[in-house]
């Protein structure tokens, strides 16, 4: 897994118990893996298509720094696939973990098409 952005907790981020809340986090990590899922495929006709359970292990306060790590999983016809985690910088404490993160190509239409990558034409191991 490698850890590609980091965002400072701030009280615009918080919850009412005065902890991240969740929903800032997700949408987060959809904007990163959505990002992340436009470079490997070399397109930004990219959409979301299933976040499997979120396991959310920890919390963070203001002021803590988090970096959200994705790791690539499968690549199929139309799709791609990560993992997430989410961790503090200083503590590596896990925030969150999602086992499976799918983007899918689509056309001007909204439908699924083909990509045309593969494990062969991908830098994604080595990375």
């Given at each position: 897994m490698k850890f590609y952005s980091r965002k400072l907790i701030k009280p615009e981020n918080l919850n009412a118990r005065n902890t991240l809340f969740g929903g800032a986090l997700l949408r987060w990590i959809d904007e990163e893996a959505g990002i992340y899922a436009m470079t490997k495929l070399g397109t930004k006709n990219v959409v979301t298509k299933y976040i499997s359970e979120i396991d959310f292990v920890s919390s963070a306060q203001q002021g803590?720094?988090?970096?959200?790590?994705?790791?690539?999983?499968?690549i199929g016809r139309t799709s791609i696939c990560f993992s997430c985690e989410v961790r503090n910088v200083f503590t590596k404490d896990t925030?969150?973990?999602i086992e499976n993160i799918v983007f899918v190509k689509v056309d001007q239409n909204g439908k699924p098409e083909p990509?045309?990558?593969?494990?062969?034409?991908?830098?994604l191991i080595r990375e």
């Amino acid at each position: 897994m490698k850890f590609y952005s980091r965002k400072l907790i701030k009280p615009e981020n918080l919850n009412a118990r005065n902890t991240l809340f969740g929903g800032a986090l997700l949408r987060w990590i959809d904007e990163e893996a959505g990002i992340y899922a436009m470079t490997k495929l070399g397109t930004k006709n990219v959409v979301t298509k299933y976040i499997s359970e979120i396991d959310f292990v920890s919390s963070a306060q203001q002021g803590d720094v988090i970096e959200i790590g994705l790791g690539f999983k499968k690549i199929g016809r139309t799709s791609i696939c990560f993992s997430c985690e989410v961790r503090n910088v200083f503590t590596k404490d896990t925030i969150i973990k999602i086992e499976n993160i799918v983007f899918v190509k689509v056309d001007q239409n909204g439908k699924p098409e083909p990509h045309g990558k593969s494990l062969n034409n991908l830098k994604l191991i080595r990375e």
